[in-house]
């Protein structure tokens, strides 16, 4: 593996130095928090690695999604969702996959919080 | 940039399709949850990106490390923390730059919650 960040990291790194003004640049960074039914729970992790792949894979502003459940409550789910800008996921929310995502879980999901956040530091190695 | 997945996106993407034996991999991955003393916030900012550039640099298995603040309570901060494995863990938290970064920050943290998680899918686009 080399030691070389990933452009999103490499970019929000460059510009955490130059103060807070600049570290709040576009990129739109949320959590989602989800409770899901335990009886199908893994239904769910299927169906949200799925649509993680495919967003990743087809959508050019969708940069991370890293989805993981707590180990001491299995049943509680947390995404961190980095997205290229604002714009990159209000496409996101009417691409097909997550269209077909969302109403895949939507018997699955028993609620869902969605935490907004300013990066401070986004910071990765690279293959 | 290409669309291409990083190392870790692409490890976990692989073996998520083989099903949960095999996506409770070695990888070591927890949330922190902090509360930081609203007067020092920049300052533990600075400081914990810092130490998030020096251990992805200088640590080979250190993965990820995305401190973000929540919009609606900026004090309230979250680091996403991705280890090639316990391993690492346990040798990040020997690692000098991380002891000069708990010694700086001591003050700042007015909580810390550590969150062990499983990955389900970390997915992530590279440069």
Redesign the interface.
Known sequence: ?K????????AI?AS?VSG?AV?QQAQY?Q?AELEIDPAQL?SY?AA??EH??T???VE?G???????????N?TH??V?E?YRDIDAYKAHLEAPHFKKYKATVESMVKSLKL?????????????
Request: aromatic fraction near 4%.
């Open positions: 593996m030691v070389k960040q990933v452009l999103l990291g490499a790194l955490s807070p570290a960074v959590i893994e992790k949200v690695s993680a792949e967003a990743i894979r050019p969708v940069l991370v999604l890293f989805a993981v459940s707590e180990k001491e299995p789910v947390r961190f980095v935490v907004l956040t300013t990066p401070i530091s986004l910071a990765a190695k690279s293959q």
